[in-house]
């Protein structure tokens, strides 16, 4: 079942601009992924936090993870029309070893 | 990086057949790959965990007849849908877990499957 609950579903900005997506969970984690999907494509990964970091960075990436609040969000900079796919949040649970849990997902599409 | 290939991406069949969808880790071995299924405008759902020498093991609901999991190598996990009915339609994608790389899935591109 799917735990992770992401918000917006869509979300549709112009190029140049931030994109910030949020992500819930709500059983213990191990880590917390994020996973970009082109339409009709395999997933591919962009950045994972361990449940005792609160931020991490890659290029254009910015992730943050508060887990008394069990959520995470993950913010893309200087929005371009490339970054227009699906985002989603994937969880390791405390006893499940490395099976991900998948978020609902957003759907960012960025306009030239 | 690591790489996942998954082949064929896009299958046709009629009903009652069955189909193999393969995947495999080009660079990397894999004791562990996962299938998963994805409707339009959905999230992943898994299926089942493939385990290289052992049985898969399936989530709840999935039929593991209809749905035959073989993991005979490290590089290897097929997915095959006996008697394939119309509603099976859907998108499979498979990834494979690089223990070089704790917990991070490498993806294939996914299987299209269409079921006249």
């Known amino acids: 079942s799917q735990q992770g609950e992401e918000d917006p579903q869509a979300l549709s900005i112009q190029e140049g601009e931030n994109a910030t997506m949020n992500c819930s969970y709500k059983?213990?984690?191990?880590?917390l992924q994020w996973y970009r999907q082109n339409s009709g494509r395999g997933l591919v990964h962009l950045i994972l936090?361990?449940?005792?970091?609160r931020e991490k960075h890659s290029g254009r990436l910015r992730v943050t993870l508060d887990t008394s609040k069990k959520s995470s969000s993950l913010l893309i900079t200087a929005s371009r029309a490339a970054d227009t796919a699906s985002y989603f949040c994937?969880?390791?649970?405390?006893?499940?070893?490395?099976?991900?849990?998948f978020g609902e997902g957003t759907q960012l599409t960025v306009n030239p | 990086g690591a790489v996942v290939s998954q082949h064929p991406s896009w299958v046709i069949c009629k009903s009652g057949t069955s189909v193999k969808i393969e995947c495999r880790s080009l660079?990397?071995?894999?004791?562990?790959m996962f299938w998963y299924r994805q409707f339009p405008k959905q999230s992943l759902m898994l299926m089942a965990t493939?385990?290289?020498?052992?049985?898969?093991?399936?989530e709840q609901g999935v039929e593991k007849d209809k749905f035959l999991i073989n993991h005979a190598s490290l590089t290897l996990s097929t997915l095959t849908v006996t008697s394939a009915h119309p509603e099976d339609s859907s998108f499979y994608i498979c990834?494979?877990?690089?223990?070089?790389?704790?917990?991070?899935?490498?993806f294939g591109a996914g299987t299209r499957l269409s079921v006249l």
């Open positions: 990834s494979a877990r690089n223990q070089a790389v704790q917990n991070i899935q490498y």
């Open positions: 059983t213990s984690i191990n880590n």
């Open positions: 936090i361990r449940s005792n970091e």
């Open positions: 994937a969880t390791i649970q405390g006893t499940s070893g490395s099976r991900l849990t």
């Open positions: 660079d990397f071995q894999a004791t562990t």
């Open positions: 493939s385990n290289e020498g052992s049985k898969a093991t399936y």
